[in-house]
């Protein structure tokens, strides 16, 4: 796992400055396509043209409902803001995307820092409302600890994700390390669950929607969670390209704005947010409805970065082997937050 992410990192740096074609590394997931669209160049609000925003995200979950109901309701675009929502594997995915020019703006984990510490020409701008280290490990319903699955097949993850950050750190806590587990790679999303419920596998790391799916279900329990494991550590982030930001900087503060106004509707009109994910995107009412009974009251649409949380992921990922111990950066290096709203003193 040493040095992966920076490997891939450093090759799609190299391939923008040589001006590599673009291509289309975006899924498109169900839920993703169609959502915004094509628009012209520009800025304004929205009886003006509007700047098209390709925006990079990793599946689709709670933590989505922002940015899907805010293309909805019109709050993005009331900021000039056209957003095309694309869907990603994983994390390293829009990183590079974002260096070969193929997206512009994304909100995705652990290869935000590390490409912007490896030399990707990016900023982070922003957080979203869940930063933290939110994967958690399920089991199929036999085990009690986390040690028991010494020796099984589990998935946890592709090397340079922050899934796999995430196993690799509980299994330390637990004396364990990757080798001692089967890691096969099953995702995050229905085919993992599949593969637990079938046997395939004996615990996924994944995250709290599945997790409260799998309980609700009888498929599984939870035996740890990452964020229990990290302490303060920011690991999502809103990040822009740097050559996006010199073109369209009102663009960047647009779409953090349109989010802002979207969290806040969500948490004033759960219900109604619960309606749209469930009809709209494909989540089911009562795992969305439990995750977000316990996370509503703690999402903070500032989207403000945790400074001293982005150190301590830096650190953490040195000593994971993703980031080589002789960098040097600090957090106040990597964020630039002129984008957002002043908040009053």
Known sequence: MKKMTMQLLAIAALALLAGCAKQDAATGGAAAKGVGGAASQGSGGSAGKKTLVRYATIGVNESSLPLYLGVKKGFFADQGVDLKISDFPGGVEPVTAGAAGEIDIGGVGSPVVVGAAAGVPLKIVGSPVEPG???????????????????????????????????????????????????????????????????????????????????????GRVLARAADYFGRYQHTYFFATDRFIARQPQAVRGFLAGYRKAVEYVKAHPEEAIRFGVEELKLEEKPLRRVLEQQLPNWDPTGKVDVEGTNNAIRILKELGELDKSVTVTAEQLIDDRFLAKEPQ
Not at 165 to 186: E, H, M, P, Y
Not at 200 to 217: G, N
């Open 133 to 219: 280290q939110r994967f958690v490990v399920v089991a199929r319903p036999n085990y009690r600890s986390f040690k028991e699955l010494k020796g099984q097949k589990v998935s946890g993850g592709r090397p340079g994700q922050g899934t796999l950050q995430a196993f690799v750190t509980i299994a330390k806590a637990n004396g364990l390390k990757l080798s001692d587990f089967q890691n096969l790679d099953a995702g995050l999303g229905a085919g993992a669950y599949a593969s637990l419920q079938s046997g395939q596998i004996e615990a996924v790391l994944t995250t709290e929607i599945l997790a409260a799916k799998a309980e609700i279900e009888g498929v």
